[in-house]
């Protein structure tokens, strides 16, 4: 008796511990980079200084460093698609997350110039 107890119970903790996650609560679903970057509504933001913007970027980026951003969000509300970048990825996680909290909810991580160049240049060659 004590087993049969015992296994219920083990059985019972196992279903009550386990959790699916349901579509509404995934935070971003899966978007075809490519498409995006390359769509002439999308806005390319890359989040770097003006020097590092200087030395090299995404083709039709505009340069709003992180610093910057949140002054430009009025402006930025009026945009269909934005992907922001950085040179690894961690200022436009950060630059995606501070837009997102103001309510512009079409916003992507492009990671990196690098990425998003690559990415244009891919498409360009085809």
């Not at 030395?55 to 930025?76: C, F, H, M, R, W």
């Amino acid at each position: 008796m004590k087993k049969y107890m015992m296994m219920s119970m083990l059985v019972g903790l196992s279903l009550t511990s386990c959790q699916t996650v349901s579509n509404a609560n995934v935070s971003e679903q899966k978007v075809d980079m490519r498409s995006l970057v390359n769509d002439p509504q999308t806005t390319l933001i890359d989040v770097r200084i003006p020097e590092q913007y200087s030395e090299g970027t995404a083709k039709d980026a505009i340069n709003i460093p992180l610093k910057d951003l949140e002054s430009q969000v009025e402006d930025l509300k009026s945009k269909d698609k934005i992907v922001v970048f950085c040179n690894t990825g961690k200022q436009a996680a950060s630059a995606k997350e501070l837009l997102n909290k103001h309510g512009i909810k079409n916003v992507y991580s492009g990671t990196s110039w690098k990425n998003v160049k690559a990415i244009q240049e891919e498409s360009k060659a085809k």
